[in-house]
């Protein structure tokens, strides 16, 4: 199992980039995907999760109503469209795979290898 995570860039606050997360090996459809930042000096944090499906949406308060998680289960590919960025979203994004929703890293089994989000005033 591989994923990696591709389409960072530097912005300036308000406007908008798309993340996209590839995934190679086992089925899929069968991993919830979520997407995680880590700013330098801070801990790793939960940014959004969807489920299996597709069907079941989950995101951290600071991104809600601003980011959208989406899958296509046909490509392999789930991407995370942020909209309204704001220079505290400049972090290293990961994605991940896991067996379930879930917010907490240690429940992910798979990760990428990050892409650099800097968004400046």
Not at 40 to 65: N, Q
Not at 89 to 117: E, H, I, K
Request: with cysteine; proline share 2%.
């Amino acid at each position: 199992v591989q994923l990696q995570a591709y389409g960072g860039g530097s912005v300036q606050a308000g406007g908008s980039l798309r993340l996209s997360c590839t995934y190679s090996g086992r089925t899929f459809s069968s991993y919830a995907v979520g997407w995680f930042r880590q700013a330098p000096g801070k801990e790793r944090e939960f940014v959004a999760v969807i489920s299996r499906s597709g069907s079941i949406t989950d995101y951290a308060e600071s991104v809600k109503g601003r980011f959208t998680i989406s899958r296509d289960n046909a490509k392999n590919t789930v991407a995370l469209q942020m909209n309204s960025l704001k220079p505290e979203d400049t972090a290293v994004y990961y994605c991940a795979a896991g067996p379930s929703l879930a917010r907490a890293r240690v429940l992910y089994d798979y990760w990428g290898q990050g892409t650099q989000v800097t968004v400046s005033s």
